[in-house]
């Protein structure tokens, strides 16, 4: 069987040329496509994904509105941003970059955005209506796990997918989503008894720990498909949650770089025509 | 080692006197604790269920406000009754009898709740809180199936628990329990292959699909535990998702009548206190 390089640039672009198309059309409505940014300064991380964030999202024609705040302001002041944005029309998207600085209360600012324009699953309203199964404005990095399995035709019926990680922005919800397609999932994390056992037997592996190189190739199943989301800088330049050597034992496994990272960032242009 | 009956009486007993001190306490303060019960006639398992909760409220010391509607109510007034209710500072919860008739949009009923009155997270903002990890006030019978465990001394960390069913009810909310508590959790449904194999792995087993003994004893390791969720009317009288005689080989089990039944109503009076 050939091994397939599930790259994200092809998943990315198919997306991003249906969006592209959807704000020209809104534009010739005399519509503003506007994505508000909220950066709260200080995390190196989010400066250069706001960078990227920023590029893409005017090469698709929506206008950036950049709300960059010092790394000390109170949480006072982020609120009153996020409410002119929900308050401004030409506003159709607001994503704050996370993570915030922790003397603020995220939980609070994500409560206020407005359901509408919440680019990330981050209002509870909108993380509610997904979690019932009545929203599918899932967060993007999980969609854009699934919008890969889907793009390489990866059949998810009956599977067994193991999800590494239970975080709010990744593990939980890709679980969700990996269930509405008939897989039966199994969720490990950092309390999981006999880990590789478990991930031995999986068909579809989902790494989002933040681990670096931590599925070795003796956790995994010859002929597995591997989508691996983690993306951490190293000494060695930026390395996945998944060992590389692990891959050579995959069917089809995602890159890192170039793998689910350029699909997310396609998924948020993707969010902001929701509304379009 | 002892098999241990996980009998809901005692579980439910203690949660009943916590309450009915909490309703008494709220009494004294010249409050009313009102519990509305929106029943929509026509199925019959509701109006037995709507009687034994109306007994269990009024012997706690709540005052039960039963709105019956007829089976062909129509959607907008059963919004103008939760609505009602909503304007009503002597209703301290609500909670519709599931399921409505199909003519209804159970969705936006629900949705209309003023989340403080929902009784089992039935809102999308509280689902949405729950799923996130930051609203404790979990639907009822997955609070139950957790209250059995605690009350049991069943440990959770690290034990492999598979739950049997994907609903909003049952399945996906006891799953996120089960994962708070850092179990390993797989989750299973009616597209699953290879379910016995993956059931006779587990450590503790949530059976939640409403099939009448499902759970045969050859899908349960020895020394398992099994939480039955299932309450299945049949010609042989009411049973569970798990075969009877599975449960010989649990080191515990909940029993079918007299299991999570009996907590799952307690349950629901405990919610009705979370504003007192």
Redesign the interface.
Known sequence: MEKVIMLGKPVADAVKENVAKKIAAAKMRGEIVGLAIVLVEGDAASAVYTKRLVKLAESLGAQVHLVAMPADVEQVEVLKAVSQLNADADIKGILPMMPLPKHLDA?EICALIDPNKDMDCL????????????NPWAPCTPRACMAALNYYNIDL????AVVLG?S?VVG?PV??LL?QK?A??????S???NLPL?LRDADIIVAAIGVPNFVKPDMVKEGSVIIDVGINATDEGIVGDVEETSNAKASAFTPVPGGIGVISNAMVMETLTKNL
């Open positions: 939980q209002s509870p309203l909108n993380a509610g209506e997904f979690y019932l199964g009545t019926k009956g599977k067994k239970r709010n939980k679980e969700l269930l008939h039966t999932v199994t969720i490990c994390h309390r999981t008894v478990i």
